[in-house]
């Protein structure tokens, strides 16, 4: 048994495009966080039991990772760029799973192997899946359900052409399953079909309702900024009033301290005349006693 992160590390620079490290009898966790231009990772017929990754890991387009000792799909959520990822092999692991929601966003993804695993859930995540070209599903248990949602995708038989669909029981809704390859029959594909245009109708009126609730609010929104500003406004022609009368005031105020300045100076001429007679009669007093 070898390491899986040490045996990487060893052999595979951190500019690596491809891993391929099949059948090497490799255990524990692998982080490749730091592989940052890594596109395909080979990992089949090991004991792994995690893959870690990273916003740095934007360019992966293919994970194979069957007959490993993965319990989870958890590893999904840390892929950047979920859009880029074609093959997802994750066949013959311990993964135990109740959510399928995980998958919803690798739209572009045209191989998903998940059975022989204890995967529950519904499958209907795939329904924007349209380019997908083989699902397999052999061995799930308990079992998924769903699948009703892949009806309307290409990968059904449309214009004659069909993808590999494989599980070892019948779908519950699918009447036409020939030699393991499921091309979908046309009543169910009706069926289908009207229930995606019943729920693209239910997204339009959903859309047509928010967009009018949001114009609704953008014209709350203008309406209070209206008022906001009409109220700013006339806080502000108030306050300029009450500054001229302010100003108003400061000039009486000035123009009272100017006229008191000029009534002191005026009693203070006086004050000095008055001063001047008294020193004046006080010397005739002197000069001329009686």
Not at 19 to 31: M, P, R
């Amino acid at each position: 048994m070898v390491n899986v992160q040490e045996y990487i590390e060893n052999n595979f620079s951190k500019g690596s495009r491809v891993i391929n490290v099949a059948v090497k009898n490799l255990v524990g966790s692998l982080d490749l966080r730091e592989y940052s231009n890594l596109e395909e990772l080979v990992i089949e017929m090991n004991q792994i039991t995690n893959l870690i990754f990273s916003e740095k890991n934007k360019n992966i387009s293919k994970i194979e990772a069957y007959d490993n000792q993965l319990t989870s799909l958890d590893f999904l959520n840390s892929l950047p760029n979920p859009e880029k990822l074609k093959w997802l092999g994750v066949f013959q692991n311990q993964i135990s799973s109740n959510n399928l929601e995980v998958l919803a966003p690798f739209v572009n993804c045209e191989m998903l192997s998940i059975g022989k695993n204890y995967i529950r859930g519904n499958l209907s995540s795939l329904r924007y899946w349209t380019n997908l070209k083989r699902l397999d599903l052999v061995g799930i248990k308990p079992k998924v359900w769903g699948l009703e949602c892949l009806a309307h995708n290409p990968f059904c038989g449309v214009n004659g052409a069909h993808g590999e669909f494989f599980q070892d029981y019948p779908p519950k809704n699918i009447q036409e399953f020939n030699n393991n390859t499921w091309r979908g029959s046309n009543d169910f594909r009706k069926l289908s079909n009207d229930k995606v245009q019943s729920q693209s109708q239910e997204l339009d009126k959903l859309k047509n309702e928010r967009s009018q609730e949001k114009k609704e609010q953008s014209q709350e929104l203008d309406k209070l900024k209206k008022e906001q500003i009409q109220e700013l406004d006339k806080l502000k022609k108030e306050q300029s009033q009450e500054l001229d009368k302010l100003k108003q005031q400061c000039q009486e105020l000035d123009k009272l301290k100017k006229e008191q300045s000029q009534e002191f100076d005026k009693l203070k001429q006086q004050y000095q005349k008055l001063d001047k007679l008294k020193k004046e009669q006080s010397l005739n007093e002197v000069f001329n006693p009686q």
